[in-house]
T-cell receptor, first 114, second 114 residues
């Protein structure tokens, strides 16, 4: 069975500082990995995804994530936080084949301090 | 615009009064799903549907019903709501269950049962 662990339910950074949100996965096969963002009073939106190919993937709003198989990680980063980045972020994992569902982590709330 | 539409956005009801939350998608997606989101628990899947007339239980199906009579619609029914069903509900759709193309989420329904 696949699972996702997001380290830290709440992360707080200063505006302009590096954003680092951690995600570790468990999967018996090479996974597909995703980050979703949920802004206040909205549904989840796809931020970026890794399926195959380049392990460093770029998403919307300057975010990127790197798939590291040896560390079973898919951490989300952004060089400089903006106030508008304040949201909840969810990491998710699925298998490349078959009918298993997308499995979500419990989420990390990002606060940005002026 | 490709979207998942949920209604209502907010609902306050009394214990035992049947209610339906509607969900409609305009992307011809095969897969649809309902989640509830609670603080500290992340997203938990209630029910899902692989296609018309095909539905199955997720992780927390007790107290809920669904139907999929048409491809675009997937209503969530609470026959006898109880206070422990107070939550934020999301409908999602995707071309596939495994979500390799990403899930598209509705804007959410905040339900309060008193």
């Amino acid at each position: 069975a696949q699972s996702v662990t997001q380290l830290g339910s709440h992360v707080s950074v200063s505006e302009g500082a590096l954003v680092l949100l951690r995600c570790n996965y468990s999967s018996s096969v090479p996974p597909y990995l995703f980050w979703y963002v949920q802004y206040p009073n909205q549904g989840l939106q796809l931020l970026l995804k890794y399926t195959t190919g380049a392990t460093l993937v770029k998403g919307i709003n300057g975010f990127e994530a790197e798939f590291k198989k040896s560390e079973t990680s898919f951490h989300l980063t952004k060089p400089s936080a903006h106030m508008s980045d304040a949201a909840e972020y969810f990491c998710a994992v699925t298998r490349p084949s078959g009918n298993t569902p997308l499995v979500f982590g419990k989420g990390t709330r990002l606060s940005v301090i002026a | 615009e490709a979207q998942v539409t949920q209604n209502p956005r907010y609902l306050i009801t009394v214990t035992g009064k049947k209610l339906t939350v509607t969900c409609s998608q305009n992307m011809n997606h095969e897969y649809m799903s309902w989640y509830r989101q609670d603080p500290g628990l992340g997203l938990r899947q209630i029910y899902y549907s692989m296609n018309v007339e095909v539905t199955d239980k997720g992780d927390v199906p007790e107290g809920y019903k669904v139907s999929r009579k048409e491809k675009r619609n997937f209503p969530l029914i609470l026959e006898s709501p109880s206070p422990n069903q107070t939550s934020l509900y999301f409908c999602a759709s995707s071309p596939t269950r495994r979500g390799d193309y990403g899930y598209t989420f509705g804007s959410g329904t905040r339900l309060t049962v008193v």
